[in-house]
């Protein structure tokens, strides 16, 4: 979601920006950014299955129904 993004880029973000290019990051900021890309692909993965139902076409409409539809959603996973 869009708004998990914003607070996990920060312990998910390059370890090249903190300065030292050859540290590798930590565990914990290795499952965070494995967990936000996890949630990433399944939200490209449900907004392309979405639009595949509609034809493909992005009205205004079916932008304010996928909004709707991700803001939504609980943490199970839908088929």
Do not use: Y
């Not at 030292?20 to 399944?42: C, F, T, W, Y």
């Not at 595949?52 to 959603?73: I, Q, V």
């Amino acid at each position: 979601m869009i708004h998990d993004t914003h607070f996990f880029t920060h312990f998910a973000g390059n370890a090249a920006s903190s300065g030292n290019g050859d540290h590798k990051p930590g565990l914990l900021r290795r499952i965070v950014r494995a967990m936000v890309e996890s949630r990433q692909r399944q939200t490209d993965r449900e907004i392309a299955r979405f639009l595949a139902r509609s034809g493909g076409r992005l009205t205004g409409d079916m932008e304010r129904r996928l909004t709707e539809h991700l803001l939504s959603r609980n943490c199970t996973i839908r088929d």
